[in-house]
């Protein structure tokens, strides 16, 4: 392929190698210069064009590209058309793209104007998507370099494997304090897990955490046909001899691996039984971020099998997300345990819907509102109390005269609830191990459910975050561990964080309460004249 600049004239049958724009001429890149283009560049007074000329044995980009294309692609696999030196390959049907990391290697280790690029191996797929494409980098290539990407193919890189299981049986093992509410989120989660696949839970059982009526669940879901059992236990697995492996040994079957490299999703065990695989589930497993649990899933619904090799092999990117729920020795930890956490009282708003009057200055009972707030924090197990303040600040301090808390001033209190926030975790002191969010308009908040959300903060429990919750709806006060603080100083306007609550649910423990105490703001005279009648 010959390369360089030429006069116009001598560019004819040559293709431009750069966007050209001259006065009202545009020339792009990729144009092949017919006798039209040499009149328009003369027309210009243009005197140079860089163009490339393919020569005897080169073949065009998008022949080359083309031809790579089609010998890469396996079963379940479209090619698109080829356009400026690319060809894009999609799924023809749903489910997990298999890609032979050695031939993709072969293939680009050809010429450095070869290139193929793909997805992820045993990434899920979906029909239409894009999964992988071949990229000339010049505009043409020698017909030899060509042949040898197509020979290094072999046949084909990478296709698609259908999914094929679609009958899925699911046991859940139970032990005192484990919420039907937890086994019921879990099935739905893993509903919505098997639908890309088009499989389906066909039957689900809930059992003892015991060997023998586990193991008879299991033989009854393999009765009833299911292609794959999935078992979720009330304790996670510890050893190949507990409960969940057992159980399966006892209907005949073999424990294949037991630990996976991946994070979450360390504890999963695979096993089989009369030819059927049976999952041993990750805790993680119940929670819809993707964990290591996905990825053997959904390669077993695809029929691809998962070897000890397959799984040893998952170290490098296994490592998918921080568990907030864990301790972490980085992190100081405070030697009164859950005892040490602050107060912070949020009293910095401007009552905008008060219509005029700072509604924490009203009275209710003989005292000011937002002290009856403090009072209560103040009274209770928290080791400090923060008091943000903001609109007008002087008034909100000389109402929690002699109150032994602390006050730091919003400056920003105008921007919203946020910058309160931010301004009470900024102030907790350093040895504390979380802070508890009241708000300065919440009077039935008592100090006995004050107490009770530190009494259920327990880090080493994984407990993080403490909401109180009646009827299913969540309520404020909320505990948050000092794990979060971090992510809490990211809030901005006037949204609180309950959609961190949602990102982290499985490091919130919910308190039970009775009653509107959790719920009742003072926003309105109308909310005020009810607070004084009750």
Known sequence: MKFGPASPRDALGGVTVHTL???????????????????ALTRAGVGEIVVVRLEDGDVSED??????????????????RAFTGRANLFA???????????????????????????????????????????KLIPFGVAGALRDAAVVAAAGSALHVAPYVIKKVGVVSTLLPGLSPKVIDKTLRVTAERLAPAGARIIAERRVPHDEDTLAASIKELLGLGAELVIVFGASAIAD????????????GGTIEHFGMPVDPGNLLLIGRARGVPVLGAPGCARSPVENGFDWVLMRLLAGIPVSRADLTGMGVGGLLMEIVTRPQPRLPVGTDGNR????????????????GPNKLLADLGGKPLVRIVAEQAVASKASSVIVVTGHQADLVEQALAGLNVSFVRNPDFAAGLA??????????????????????????IDTLLIDRMIEAFAPDRGSLIAVPVSDGRRGNPVLWSRRFFGELMTLDGDVGARHLIMKHAEAVTEVPVEGHAAFLDIDTPQALAEARRG
């Open 21 to 39: 724009r001259q006065g009202d001429l545009v020339l792009k890149k990729g144009t092949t210069v017919g006798t039209a283009e040499v009149e």
């Open 63 to 80: 022949v080359a590209a083309a031809s790579i294309a089609q010998a890469v692609a396996g079963p379940s696999v479209n090619v698109e």
């Open 92 to 134: 023809a049907a749903p489910g997990v793209l298999v890609v032979d990391r050695d031939t993709v290697d072969r293939i680009n280790e050809v010429d450095e104007a070869i290139t193929l690029a793909t997805l992820s191996a045993f990434k899920p797929v979906v029909e239409g998507e894009m999964i992988a494409t071949v």
């Open 240 to 251: 190949r001899r507990d409960v969940i492996p057992a159980a399966i040994e006892q209907v």
């Open 340 to 355: 040490n956490v602050a107060a912070i009282v949020l009293a910095a708003g401007r009552s905008t819907r008060m219509g």
């Open 419 to 444: 910058s309160s926030v931010k301004a009470g975790i900024k102030a907790v002191p350093a040895d504390a191990d979380g802070a508890v969010v009241c708000l300065g308009d919440m009077p039935l």
